[in-house]
């Protein structure tokens, strides 16, 4: 095994050593297109490809050769593991045999270039404010997520399964969150759903979208007082709306 190949698979074993178990669930409600070659991977590689580069479009070098595109010079590989059979000759007859596993280096989707997938679920038109996750440092795919969201946030990317942008403005406000509240990794899950939807509603009303309604429904699963929730996180909202819009201050 290749000093990398053991680097890349020691730093997930360490990652289930220090219970970071969430790519699991993650992994399991993953609908994958079919046309992508992890569709075909067992659940373990689907889990070790994810776990070293948070996406599961991905494929071996000539693999994107075969789809147009070329990895791109000084890319780093992730590594999941090949079956090793080898050819024996059992009561008169050949056989394949299983004598072990091999890794395997593939590439994320964003170590290529060239031309896009037929079913590149990236929609023609941008959403308002995509520029800004850009200028956060922040990755953004569209790709399959869980049936249970229709977007995410963590690990410096948003993965979004849906060309709603009030999804985008969400996943954004989730990104500002982090990027201006030291204590983010700490607050309950109810108090950045809260910032999160109350800024992608305050969003989308500057864009001409009226998404009250289905707002407060959200909060409610938080909350039985959304009012005082908003209240509560207020001056967190305040943090992330300023950084979203400064360029749009600017200008």
């Excluded at 929609?123 to 790709?143: C, H, K, M, S, W």
């Excluded at 993965?159 to 942008?165: E, H, R, S, V, Y």
């Excluded at 109810?190 to 909060?219: M, P």
Aim: glycine share 6%; proline share 6%; net charge negative.
């Amino acid at each position: 095994m290749s000093p990398n190949a053991e680097k890349a698979i020691q730093e997930v074993i360490e990652k289930f050593q220090t219970g970071h178990l969430a790519a699991i669930v993650q992994i399991a409600r993953f609908q994958i297109p079919e046309s992508w070659p992890a569709s075909k991977w067992s659940f373990g590689n689907k889990l070790l490809a994810y776990l070293q580069s948070h996406t599961l479009n991905i494929r071996g070098y000539r693999q994107w050769q075969e789809v147009k595109r070329q990895v791109q010079k000084g890319a780093h590989s992730v590594y999941i593991y090949s079956p090793h059979m080898v050819k024996k000759e059992k009561d008169g007859e050949e056989q394949r045999i299983l004598i072990g596993f091999l890794p395997i280096a593939v590439f994320p989707i964003e170590t290529t270039e060239g031309a896009p997938l037929p079913d590149d679920m990236t929609p023609r038109e941008l959403p308002p404010l995509f520029d800004v996750a850009t200028r956060l440092g922040i990755a953004v795919q569209y790709q399959p997520v869980g049936p249970d969201r229709l977007g995410d946030f963590g690990h410096g990317e948003i993965n979004l399964g849906t060309d709603d942008p009030r999804v985008f403005w969400h996943e954004l406000a989730h990104a500002a969150h982090a990027a201006t509240d030291a204590e983010y990794q700490t607050r309950t899950s109810a108090y950045k759903e809260t910032v999160a939807e109350f800024t992608a509603c305050v969003l989308a009303n500057l864009y001409g979208y009226d998404y009250t309604g289905t707002t407060w429904e959200y909060l409610k699963m938080f909350s039985p007082d959304p009012l005082k929730a908003i209240m509560k996180a207020g001056q967190h909202i305040d943090h992330v709306l300023n950084l979203i819009l400064a360029e749009e201050v600017q200008q």
